[in-house]
């Protein structure tokens, strides 16, 4: 069961803490809030999901490091930087972290709002790829090694007739091994072997 969105608010001023969560949930939004990038760290799960809102200077661990340490831990999740010290290098920093947005203090809310979406959509794509590699990776265990030696040479871009000497089998048995892969995977075209294939990888 997935976990629903959070948007989790990361700020040492407690009053900016609260103002957040209370406009992110009188809209309707999920928050969490945490004083410092230690603490949020220390609590992380790694099945949370959402967007990250941080300030990017804090008092300790600023907000680009904590984007970094959870990126290490492999969490890739969608971040908006708030700052009451907007600079071009603090931005350029922010966007080649991959962050959503770069928002200054006092911001907009319209605009708070639209970052949050924004990063709760670019979540959700994530997630979805995340599951079709998972799912691709399931399919591919089904076959048997013979079927994934014809599948790589298939996605190689090899026909029947080449794979056949290659693997010492008859052009027959090459399109019954491919007829029974495909079978197996649920796809009707070579196209969408690649596909699984590369999702799998």
Same mark, same amino acid.
Not at 182 to 187: E, R
């Given at each position: 069961?997935?976990?629903?969105?959070?948007?989790?608010?990361?700020?040492?001023?407690?009053?900016? =803490?609260?103002?957040?969560?209370?406009?992110?949930? %009188?809209?309707?939004?999920?928050?969490?809030?945490?004083?410092?990038?230690?603490?949020?760290?220390?609590?992380?799960?790694?099945?949370?999901?959402?967007?990250?809102?941080?300030?990017?200077?804090?008092?300790?661990?600023?907000?680009?490091?904590?984007?970094? $340490?959870?990126?290490?831990?492999?969490? $890739?999740?969608?971040?908006?930087?708030?700052?009451?010290?907007?600079?071009?290098?603090?931005?350029?920093?922010?966007?080649?972290?991959?962050?959503?947005?770069?928002?200054?203090?006092?911001?907009?809310?319209?605009?708070?709002?639209?970052?949050? @979406?924004?990063?709760?959509?670019?979540?959700?794509?994530?997630?979805? @790829?995340?599951?079709? $590699?998972?799912?691709?990776?399931?399919?591919?265990?089904?076959?048997?090694?013979?079927? =994934?030696? %014809?599948?790589?040479?298939? %996605?190689?871009?090899?026909?029947? =007739? @080449?794979?056949?000497?290659?693997?010492?089998?008859?052009?027959?048995?090459?399109? %019954?091994?491919?007829?029974?892969?495909?079978?197996?995977?649920?796809?009707?075209?070579?196209?969408?072997?690649? $596909?699984?294939?590369?999702?799998? @990888?």
């Amino acid at each position: 069961m997935a976990m629903a969105l959070t948007v989790f608010i990361v700020d040492d001023d407690p009053s900016v =803490r609260d103002a957040l969560g209370l406009l992110l949930g %009188v809209r309707g939004y999920r928050t969490a809030v945490f004083s410092s990038g230690e603490a949020l760290l220390q609590a992380w799960q790694p099945e949370w999901a959402g967007c990250l809102l941080i300030d990017i200077r804090m008092g300790g661990m600023d907000g680009l490091e904590v984007q970094k $340490r959870l990126a290490d831990i492999g969490n $890739r999740i969608p971040v908006v930087i708030v700052t009451g010290h907007g600079d071009v290098s603090s931005a350029r920093a922010a966007f080649k972290a991959n962050a959503i947005d770069f928002l200054e203090k006092p911001f907009d809310d319209v605009k708070l709002v639209a970052a949050i @979406e924004e990063a709760f959509s670019c979540e959700r794509r994530q997630r979805e @790829e995340l599951q079709q $590699r998972e799912d691709g990776r399931n399919l591919l265990k089904e076959l048997t090694p013979r079927e =994934r030696e %014809v599948m790589r040479l298939v %996605v190689l871009g090899r026909h029947n =007739r @080449e794979i056949a000497p290659e693997l010492g089998i008859s052009v027959r048995t090459v399109e %019954v091994h491919k007829a029974r892969l495909m079978s197996k995977l649920g796809v009707g075209n070579v196209a969408d072997l690649v $596909r699984i294939a590369m999702l799998g @990888e």
